[in-house]
């Protein structure tokens, strides 16, 4: 089988800011929404890249994070966000857009569909952050009870003692990153298998800001009684710290097919051949 075509890298000009893009693969489009907020799309890589097989990727860092960095007047908040998407798909020149949102990008793709459903075709979420605040404040209490398990407590302490940071500056930080998101997986040592990434702290709290106190179900239950639902799926793993209970409720408003698997917060590092399966069958294809 050929590899798939690509990557292009570019920037792209939309509502006064620019966005780092790179595009992968040939066929139906889909655009990849990455998490964070604050986060960029590198995290995502390799393994999301086996799905440009039979269809093109379009992946892009969002505002405020990433290679698409703004200045500090420029607002960041989540309708910023989704009024970026809606110019990235006029710019795409498509009318209907396949959205595959990962954690925090899950839920810009759930934001995107209430406030634009004429212009979505599909919807994948993959590990969504979750659609009330309520739920939220559980993640983050799950996840802290988790960053203090003691083998992370343990290899923190190790890694302080270790005189690792002025032997090899490097290999200090890729443990570091390690620790610092071991709690997402069900394994903490699979933390090693994520690619590197960071967050722009501002961007993350602009977004957490203006959501509020936010429950997003009201609004789902009126979008489908007015409005076709597209066809949607949803990925998340049992052991993820952000509540699955959360993505059992939007796959029910959402009349989602739900795919649980035996994971943490990241299954496309955590479970790669099953994650490639549930999508590969769900995105459009040549």
């Known amino acids: 089988m050929a590899p798939p075509p690509g990557p292009v890298e570019s920037v792209a000009r939309v509502n006064g800011v620019e966005l780092f893009t790179r595009r992968v693969g040939a066929g139906p489009l889909v655009v990849v929404l990455h998490g964070g907020p604050g986060a960029h799309h590198d995290y995502l890589l390799p393994q999301y890249d086996r799905l440009a097989q039979g269809r093109e990727l379009f992946y892009y860092d969002q505002r405020g994070g990433g290679r698409s960095p703004v200045a500090r007047e420029v607002p960041v908040a989540w309708q910023e966000h989704v009024a970026d998407l809606d110019a990235l798909r006029a710019t795409l020149g498509l009318e209907r857009l396949t959205l595959c949102g990962y954690s925090w990008g899950g839920l810009l793709a759930v934001l995107y569909l209430l406030e634009h459903p004429d212009h979505v075709e599909r919807l994948a979420l993959v590990s969504p952050a979750s659609i009330t605040a309520g739920l939220r404040d559980e993640f983050e209490r799950r996840f802290a009870e988790r960053m203090s398990a003691p083998e992370i407590v343990r290899g923190r302490e190790e890694l302080r003692n270790s005189g690792l940071r002025e032997r090899d500056p490097g290999a200090y930080q890729k443990r570091a990153f390690e620790l610092s998101v071991a709690g997402y997986f069900r ?20 977004v ?29 793993g049992v052991f993820d710290p952000i509540p699955i209970e959360g993505s059992r409720e939007l796959a029910e408003a959402l009349e989602a097919e739900l795919v649980e698997l035996p994971v943490g917060h990241c299954p496309h590092v955590e479970a790669t051949e099953e994650f490639v399966a549930a999508l590969e069958g769900f995105l459009p294809k040549a």
């Open 187 to 206: 394994d903490f040592a699979d933390a090693k298998l994520l690619t590197p990434f960071r967050v722009t702290a501002r961007t993350q709290q602009a």
């Open 208 to 236: 957490w800001s203006s959501l509020g106190d936010f429950d997003l179900r009201p609004k789902l239950r009126d979008l489908a009684s007015h409005f076709p639902l597209p066809p949607s799926l949803i990925v998340h």
